[in-house]
């Protein structure tokens, strides 16, 4: 874990100010899952801003593990972490709710969602909606529906001698979710009983060596989609928001829906064992205010969580945003996170040919009942 402390003197700061006898406030501690670029525009703000934050960065990979070990400990808590929304049941009675004056901001209703796990107190402040969308070429047309099969049919259509495989797409759980809700199941114990399930599991597989290239190997998934993508290997691309960004030529992207496609988000959470909550919620309102919000839209195409930035948004922002307006959240379960680790090697092993859907699938869904269950 590195981190970096930016300090600035406390009376030129735009937020917090002097404390009563002129020495600055104390050091927010902030925990955060940003990836290097973001970083970067994160501190460079916070320095423009004058505010003292020590920001410590977690890989997304090891964050909800890492977070949780923290405040179970209530040891050197943060005072503010920025978390994947689908870590929040897991967390939740750990955590603050978020004061009023934050809940009342002006959230999109696909933002807000993120923070509440049911009627009551929102849990964190929305600072990034994700999900499933599809990325595509702008002189490919868009296709018919947002429908899988209308999505492979637009794919072979775009097939040709110099681009085999016309179609992006990652072996991963959360790419195979919106087939496994065109055959009825969905990404939850108990979602998979079912037949459906091997059959979306089989027809996910099928893409690969036909509109979908070979995967690359484990852990150069991302770095080999953005190379294919600028060589224009591939006409449509499954992937979100997060990849908009490291795009080079915006005016050659286009975006639409896929159906039934997972939708998601960020949260900036403070732990019922921060030393500083009040500094904690105070640095979420900066990073949720309009000015840093549109900055990361215009720097990312981050889609913003408030309608105020939405409207200020570049065009790519605004259409992700739109594209994922009829997704579907994740069950706002605390497992949730966790069934990627059965789900993830079985869909492997099937693509690969060393198992079938109905072989996989019954192991994932043995996996996912010990997990339910929990230990005995």
């Given at each position: 874990?590195?981190?970096?402390?930016?300090?600035?003197?406390?009376?030129?700061?735009?937020?917090?100010?002097?404390?009563?006898?002129?020495?600055?406030?104390?050091?927010?501690?902030?925990?955060?899952?940003?990836?290097?670029?973001?970083?970067?525009?994160?501190?460079?703000?916070?320095?423009?801003?004058?505010?003292?934050?020590?920001?410590?960065?977690?890989?997304?990979?090891?964050?909800?593990?890492?977070?949780?070990?923290?405040?179970?400990?209530?040891?050197?808590?943060?005072?503010?972490?920025?978390?994947?929304?689908?870590?929040?049941?897991?967390?939740?009675?750990?955590?603050?709710?978020v004061p009023p004056e934050l809940a009342a901001l002006d959230?999109?209703?696909?933002?807000?969602?993120?923070?509440?796990?049911?009627?009551?107190?929102?849990?964190?402040?929305?600072?990034?909606?994700?999900?499933?969308?599809?990325?595509?070429?702008?002189?490919?047309?868009?296709?018919?529906?947002?429908?899988?099969?209308?999505l492979i049919a637009a794919s072979r259509a775009a097939r040709?001698?110099?681009?085999?495989?016309?179609?992006?797409?990652?072996?991963?759980?959360?790419?195979?979710?919106?087939?496994?809700?065109?055959?009825?199941?969905?990404?939850?114990?108990?979602?998979?009983?079912?037949?459906?399930?091997?059959?979306?599991?089989?027809?996910?597989?099928?893409?690969?060596?036909?509109?979908?290239?070979?995967?690359?190997?484990?852990?150069?998934?991302?770095?080999?989609?953005?190379?294919?993508?600028?060589?224009?290997?591939?006409?449509?691309?499954?992937?979100?928001?997060?990849?908009?960004?490291?795009?080079?030529?915006?005016?050659?992207?286009?975006?639409?829906?896929?159906?039934?496609?997972?939708?998601?988000?960020?949260?900036?959470?403070?732990?019922?064992?921060?030393?500083?909550?009040?500094?904690?919620?105070?640095?979420?309102?900066?990073?949720?205010?309009?000015?840093?919000?549109?900055?990361?839209?215009?720097?990312?195409?981050?889609?913003?969580?408030?309608?105020?930035?939405?409207?200020?948004?570049?065009?790519?922002?605004?259409?992700?945003?739109?594209?994922?307006?009829?997704?579907?959240?994740?069950?706002?379960?605390?497992?949730?996170?966790?069934?990627?680790?059965?789900?993830?090697?079985?869909?492997?092993?099937?693509?690969?040919?060393?198992?079938?859907?109905?072989?996989?699938?019954?192991?994932?869904?043995?996996?996912?009942?010990?997990?339910?269950?929990?230990?005995?």
């Amino acid at each position: 874990m590195s981190s970096r402390l930016i300090a600035i003197a406390c009376c030129a700061a735009t937020l917090f100010g002097c404390g009563e006898d002129g020495a600055p406030p104390a050091t927010i501690r902030f925990l955060h899952t940003f990836n290097p670029d973001e970083t970067e525009l994160f501190n460079a703000t916070i320095a423009e801003r004058g505010l003292a934050v020590d920001s410590s960065l977690v890989p997304f990979a090891r964050g909800q593990q890492v977070i949780s070990e923290i405040l179970h400990a209530k040891t050197g808590c943060p005072d503010l972490i920025r978390i994947d929304a689908t870590w929040l049941p897991g967390l939740r009675a750990q955590l603050l709710p978020v004061p009023p004056e934050l809940a009342a901001l002006d959230w999109t209703p696909e933002a807000a969602a993120l923070g509440q796990l049911e009627p009551g107190p929102a849990w964190g402040v929305p600072q990034a909606v994700d999900g499933l969308i599809v990325i595509r070429d702008s002189a490919s047309p868009a296709p018919a529906t947002a429908s899988i099969a209308d999505l492979i049919a637009a794919s072979r259509a775009a097939r040709s001698e110099g681009r085999r495989y016309p179609l992006g797409i990652r072996v991963d759980g959360y790419w195979l979710v919106p087939w496994l809700r065109s055959e009825g199941a969905d990404l939850a114990a108990g979602g998979i009983d079912g037949p459906g399930a091997a059959r979306a599991l089989a027809s996910f597989a099928a893409v690969f060596g036909d509109v979908a290239a070979p995967p690359p190997p484990s852990g150069s998934e991302a770095p080999d989609e953005l190379r294919r993508w600028n060589a224009h290997e591939v006409a449509y691309w499954i992937t979100g928001p997060w990849q908009l960004g490291a795009l080079r030529d915006a005016d050659r992207v286009a975006v639409s829906a896929i159906a039934r496609a997972p939708r998601g988000g960020q949260l900036l959470v403070v732990p019922a064992c921060a030393k500083n909550p009040d500094q904690g919620w105070r640095l979420a309102g900066e990073l949720a205010s309009l000015p840093v919000a549109i900055k990361l839209a215009q720097a990312f195409s981050t889609v913003p969580t408030r309608i105020s930035a939405l409207a200020s948004a570049p065009p790519l922002a605004r259409a992700a945003y739109e594209a994922l307006r009829g997704a579907e959240m994740l069950p706002r379960v605390a497992v949730t996170p966790l069934l990627f680790d059965d789900l993830n090697p079985a869909l492997a092993a099937v693509v690969a040919g060393d198992a079938t859907a109905e072989e996989a699938i019954e192991g994932v869904r043995r996996g996912w009942g010990r997990l339910v269950r929990g230990p005995p």
